[in-house]
């Protein structure tokens, strides 16, 4: 059970406690459809990155957290379709849950969705931390794909504990070779990607 993609591989063969709530299939997200190249739930990733990111997963058993993972590899006709989303500007429909405090102009300028995106070189997730046994998701202050800088990294706008909630993803990704963005507290990238000058399209099936 493979990715069509040579050298991809699915995370649900690769973690062993996972949680997975694919919200670019499932419509759940800031434009408020399914959007273009997910055709199933699962997320998938480079090899060299799920490898990577089965380290975590062990390292944060370790304290009794897991992984909730909510994009892996993301297809260019999937960047495509937040492009005419965001062209769209009669379309207001997520702005309060996602968006509150920009227009939809600055999601692309600001850094918040990339034309150019790391997802598809395949080595890039949006992630979060829960409770391995219940599942419940850590605090973080703000929520995944809310855009604006209470997402950003070293914010103050959020409480001691839900920074110490983000050190912790984000210590464990870095110990084993991912790099953090900015702008975003559940977004990381593995250094040594395999694949630094591609943007894939096969769609996630
Ligand atoms: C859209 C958001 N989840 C994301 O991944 N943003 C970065 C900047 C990207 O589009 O690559
Ligand atoms: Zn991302």
């Known amino acids: 059970d493979q990715p069509a993609q040579p050298g991809f591989v699915y995370l649900d063969q690769v973690l062993k406690n ?17 959007i273009d190249g997910y055709e199933s739930p699962r997320v998938i990733l480079t090899k060299e990155a799920a490898t990577a990111l ?8 370790l304290s009794g957290l897991a992984l909730k993972l909510f994009d892996g590899y ?17 379309d207001t429909r997520t702005r309060e849950r996602y968006y509150p405090q920009l227009d939809k102009a600055a999601l692309f300028r600001d850094g918040y969705i990339a034309k150019k995106s790391a997802h598809c070189r ?15 998701e850590l605090d ?5 794909d809310f855009f ?11 409480t001691v504990q839900q920074t110490r909630n983000r050190e912790t993803l984000r210590s464990a990704m870095q110990r084993h070779g991912f790099e953090p963005y900015a702008n975003e507290w559940w977004h990381y990238t593995l250094k040594q990607e395999p694949y630094p000058n591609t943007a894939f399209d096969f769609p996630v099936k």
């Open 18 to 34: 996972a949680r997975y709530e694919a919200r670019y299939y499932s419509g759940d997200n800031f434009v408020g459809t399914r």
């Open 74 to 90: 993301r297809p260019q006709r999937a960047v495509a379709h937040f492009q005419r989303w965001a062209a769209d500007l009669a």
């Open 148 to 158: 604006g800088p209470i997402s950003h990294h070293g914010t103050g706008l959020i």
């Open 140 to 144: 973080m202050g703000s929520h995944f």
């Open 122 to 136: 395949g080595s890039t997730v949006d992630l979060t931390l829960v409770d391995a046994e219940t599942g419940q």
């Open 54 to 61: 089965a380290e975590v997963e062990r390292d944060l058993a």
